[in-house]
């Protein structure tokens, strides 16, 4: 399983320095959609030219217009770029004819899906590569979590990889390797921590059964 961090309520100097200490060791930088609203493709692309080692996921949440968005996240240099699972599915497929014909990823969202299962299996046959269940930061505090929709669509999903988002943390990371994902993505928990270096570490130690 790879190790995917959240940057999300950072500026584009602070998470270069963050990235700084932990490139060699984090599978995935996300920048987040609350950076991104706020600085646009910026911090894509100067994490991108200044780490060109490191796999860049811009959490662009695209809803419509899949292919000039997902056209604009590729130029700025992103590896992966997400799309709702809510969307409809010519969105889906336009974001992910972007991303392909550059070479990049797809990552769907399934934040807010009703039918997270029946959603998950339309979305295995679409040729995305990667479904990611979410629990939304503003529903975490009722006590929601994303392991349960994880273990469902862990056992739908064929083609795409997994991955989950949602409150994880040091002592839940366990867990979403267990319940079948491919990817763990860790904000707070993370971003949070008084020695970032040392807290990446520990989450991979665990991730690789150290």
Excluded at 77 to 96: E, N
Excluded at 120 to 131: H, P, Q, R, S, W
Excluded at 160 to 185: C, P, Q, R, S, Y
Excluded at 189 to 195: E, F, G, I, M, Q
Aim: proline share 3%.
């Amino acid at each position: 399983m790879k190790l995917q961090i959240a940057l999300d309520l950072v500026d584009t100097n602070t998470a270069l320095k963050m990235v700084e200490k932990i490139q060699d060791i984090i599978d995935i930088v996300e920048i987040g959609t609350p950076m991104i609203v706020k600085e646009g493709m910026a911090p894509v692309k100067a994490m991108k030219e200044k780490f060109p080692q490191v796999t860049v996921l811009a959490d662009v949440k695209i809803a419509d217009g899949g292919a000039i968005e997902s056209g604009y996240a590729v130029d700025a240099g992103a590896d992966i770029v997400t799309v709702l699972a809510i969307a409809s599915d010519q969105t889906i497929m336009g974001a992910r004819d972007a991303a392909h014909k550059a070479g990049r990823e797809i990552y769907v969202d399934m934040l807010s899906v009703p039918d997270v299962v029946a959603r998950a299996k339309e979305l295995d046959t679409m040729g995305v590569d990667y479904i990611g269940v979410h629990t939304a930061s503003d529903v975490q505090g009722l006590g929601k979590t994303p392991y349960e929709e994880l273990r469902q669509i862990a056992e739908v999903v064929k083609n795409a990889k997994i991955a989950a988002a949602g409150g994880i943390n040091l002592g839940t990371i366990g867990k979403v390797k267990e319940l079948g994902a491919d990817v763990g993505i860790v904000g707070s928990a993370l971003t949070s921590a008084p020695d970032l270096r040392q807290a990446v570490e520990s989450y991979q130690a665990i991730i690789k059964g150290e």
